[in-house]
Every structure is written in C-alpha cells, then in structure tokens.
C-alpha cells in the first residue's frame, strides 16, 4: 500500500482548488487559519466570514449575508473584547458594529432593523420562541412586537407586546394575540389581555380591572366580592355629635330642607351620587351623624313623653 505525503505548498494548492467558488481567496496564515470566505450563489446572492477589529478595543467575528445586493448586512456577531472594553463572548443577531456597543452587556442581543410603521396599529416582530405542543403538531409561540399606539415616529407614541400565537394563527398584536402584556414606557402604563380585550391596566401606579385608563389607585368595571373589606376614615368619626357644644338641628329645619331639596341635610343627593359615585368613608360617617342625631331626636321624644305622661298623673 502507498502512502501519500502532501508538503504546506501542495496542501496551499489543494485548499485553494477546493474553495474556487468562493468570490475571494481563503487566506491561509502560518498557522493555517482562514481570516476572511465569501460565499456566493450567484445573482447578488452571498455570505460571507470575517472578523474586524471595531478600534474600540473589540475585535467581532462576523456573518454577513446579501440578497440580490451589492452591499453585505452583518446578521450575526460574536465579540472578543479586551479587559476594559466588555461583552466578550456576547452574540448579536441582526446587530451592526455600531448597534452591538450599545448592547455590549448583554450576553446575547437582537436586533430589528424593519422600521415601525408610522400609523397607529402598525406592528413589526423582534424576537420569537416556540415549541411543538405534540409531534407534528401546533407550534407554539411567544413573539415580542413594537406596536404603535398612536400615530407617530418616535418611541413615546411605541408600546412593546409581548403574546402568544399558535401556527400561523393568532399572530396580530392588539387584534388576535392571546394572553398578551403591554408596556409603554413613555406614559408609564402596562396592560394584560387577550385579543381585542384589555383586562387590566397599570397606569403610574393606578390599577384598573377592565379600566383602560385608571385615574384612582384601584378601579373596577364590575362587581368585586371579598370576604371582608376594611375602609380607613379621613378626619373625625361621627361621635361629635354626641358632643355638648354640638347644634342639633330641630325636626322643623329637617323638614324644610328634605321639601325644598328631596334629601337629608349632609347626604349627597341622587344626581351627585349618580355622578361621582359614593365615598364608603365619608359616606359611612355621614350616615352614622344621621343615626346618632336620630337617637337625640328619640332622646327628646322620650323626655317629652314622659313629661307629660308625669304631668297628667299629677293631675
């Protein structure tokens, strides 16, 4: 059996016949390692391997591709920073050499370069994970969207939406994704939903259930149950009106006041009910001054009563 010896120049020859469809040579150094392939498929179609150094105390390994180009868009990074510049070993996709310092420590980054149209509801994907829920069967996904929430060209009118699809199905932020979560930086709001359905929205620190745009710490659009609920009063109980110096109005003045405007003295009435709602704290003290101003009436009653029940059986 013969054996075959292959000097350096002929293994140098070999390589160089073995890559000819590369559009540029593959550089061998002395060690043998390849500094820079290009790729083509013909038509403007390419890739290509390379490593730079970025003069910021960075050198990135790189993919670029092209389609139908003449211009190469780096799809993939891997930096190798020095001591002082940071992020090495981080992988980027879709990150420029310039984009990438902005992301340097993160391990890993993504980028979108597609521009978020400028009309409200317009959307683009960033980033997406999934897995088959069954063989064959149903991809599962969680996407991270820009969506514009109102007609604009800058990040205060974008939202990041954050839901879930199924397939191909499902795949519309705001419109038919599902257990999503929406957060807005500019205006300090998160919401959680699912399609076209908002359930609940964090604004500057005011919870709204089926409130879009809570105004109160916390909002409900509905009916709440609760074992127990304990409402903190704002100023003095109502036992001041047990108090010596307290003016009791007469049944007279009560009277009055109920003809002329069809609700106790104090108590707010139907149409400022039906307006602003009811205060549980202020209402409740309210009523209580009522129940405790009844008890003197009755007091009065009672001494009259009796008063006169005296005078009669003196008699």
Known sequence: MKKIFLTSSILSV?????????SQSVNLGPSESITKMHLNSGNGYASKIYSTDDNDGV?????????????????????????????????????????ATTYK????????????????G??????TFGGNTYTGLNMFKKTLWLVRDTAGTTWTTARLHDGISIDNSFGVPRSTTRTWWERDPNDNIQSWGNEANTYMTLKSGNLGI?????????????TIRAKEVIVETIGSWADYVFD??????????VENHIKEHQHLPEIPSAAEVGENGVNLAEMNVKLLQKVEELTLYIIQQEKRISSLESSRDNK
């Open 105 to 120: 420590d993160s391990k890993f980054g993504v980028y979108q370069s597609q521009v978020l149209g400028s009309a409200k």
């Open 210 to 222: 089926g409130v879009t745009n809570p105004t109160k710490k916390l909002e409900v659009n509905g």
């Open 122 to 127: 317009n959307y683009v994907g960033i980033a």
């Open 14 to 22: 070999l390589l160089s016949f073995s890559l000819s469809t590369f």
């Open 59 to 99: 050198t990135t390994l790189r993919i670029g591709v092209k389609g139908n180009s003449t211009t190469f868009t780096d799809a993939l990074l891997i930096r190798a920073a020095d001591a002082t510049a940071g992020g090495n070993g981080n992988v980027y996709v879709g990150l420029s050499s310039t984009k």
């Open 244 to 253: 010596k110096d307290y003016q009791l109005p007469s049944l007279a003045e």
